[in-house]
């Protein structure tokens, strides 16, 4: 068998050191190549796609009108309200007189809502003091007369800011379902004869509010 020379031993063990280094470089490489990869995939993985949704708004129209014996649907404001008609010319202690206002939303109102009497906003008169009323809301065509009232009392004063009788009702949209305010007014039984001859005017307010 033939014998290694020192110089080939030399040669054997050079070549082995390359050979290692190789691996170790490719073994690195690969290793570079895989870290590579991972974040690769983690950029290129997400997605991404959108959605829009859009709305439009409007107030609501909440407007009401009315009318009484003797005038027709408009709109009564504190500088031309409606005349309710009292046959209240000759009148006596205890002897009641009726008259009425009807309330109802205009045909453009688009919401339903309730309309009540309010308040007494201005109240003149040497007769006023002895004036006493009462007030029931009715449907409309109702006849404001006696029969109007079941239980109702004469506790109301016509002096302005006096408490006013609790009436109210429901008012529809576009002009449905008006309601009718029914007024009983008299001399209270027992006035004096001082209060002969003489005269009061009254307005009341109505306040009118919108379901929302």
């Given at each position: 068998m033939g014998r290694h020379?020192?110089?080939?031993?030399?040669?054997?063990?050079?070549?082995e050191r390359r050979s290692r280094s190789r691996?170790?470089?490719?073994?690195?490489?690969?290793?570079?190549?895989?870290?590579?990869?991972v974040g690769t995939s983690l950029t290129l993985a997400a997605w991404s796609?959108?959605?829009?949704?859009a709305a439009s708004f409007a107030a609501s129209t909440f407007v009401v009108e009315s009318q009484t014996a003797s005038s027709t649907w408009a709109a009564h404001e504190a500088v031309n309200p409606a005349t309710l008609v009292f046959n209240a010319t000759a009148m006596s202690p205890g002897l009641s007189q009726y008259a009425y206002i009807d309330i109802r939303t205009t045909s453009a109102t688009?919401?339903?809502?309730?309309?009540?009497?309010?308040?007494?906003?201005a109240a003149t008169g040497t007769l006023l003091p002895a004036l006493?009323?009462?007030v029931v809301a009715t449907p409309t065509g109702t006849t404001c007369g006696a029969s109007a009232f079941a239980s109702q009392t004469y506790t109301a004063s016509l002096a302005v800011g006096a408490a006013v009788p609790g009436a109210s009702g429901a008012l529809g949209t576009a002009s449905a379902t008006p309601v009718r305010f029914c007024f009983d007014v008299r001399v209270k039984a027992g006035t004096g004869a001082t209060f002969q001859g003489g005269t009061a005017?009254?307005?009341?307010q109505?306040?009118?509010?919108?379901?929302?």
């Open positions: 020379t020192p110089a080939a031993g030399r040669h054997h063990r050079a070549d691996f170790t470089r490719t073994r690195a490489a690969l290793a570079g190549a895989l870290v590579l990869g796609d959108d959605e829009f949704g688009n919401i339903g809502g309730t309309a009540a009497l309010s308040a007494v906003t006493e009323y009462r005017s009254a307005t009341w109505f306040t009118s509010t919108s379901s929302s």
